[in-house]
């Protein structure tokens, strides 16, 4: 698994085990929502300085990106499709 893929199947691990949507980790990480989606799809990559925001967002250490999974592990399941209701 390269370093992308790695750091791609981490965010995704992380996020849906947090249940944060990619539009809230954007916010609070204050990127764009499209550029979540493209790093967990292997389709850019971050820099140091933006998996930092991303891990601080996340309340994780910034080691928990370069974690490798066990052998043969499934990958991460994604969160449930569409808007949550606003909580009142």
């Given at each position: 698994m390269n370093g992308r893929a790695l750091v791609a199947w981490n965010l995704r691990r992380l996020r849906s085990a947090r249940d944060v949507s990619q539009e809230r980790l954007a916010g609070e990480a204050e990127v764009d929502r499209t550029y979540v989606s493209m790093l967990e799809r292997e389709e850019a990559s971050a820099t140091v300085d933006m998996l930092d925001r991303l891990a601080q967002a996340l309340k994780?250490?910034?080691?928990?990106?370069?974690?490798?999974?066990?052998?043969g592990a499934a990958p991460p399941e994604p969160l449930r499709a569409g808007r949550r209701p606003k909580s009142r």
């Open positions: 994780v250490e910034l080691t928990e990106f370069f974690i490798r999974p066990p052998e």
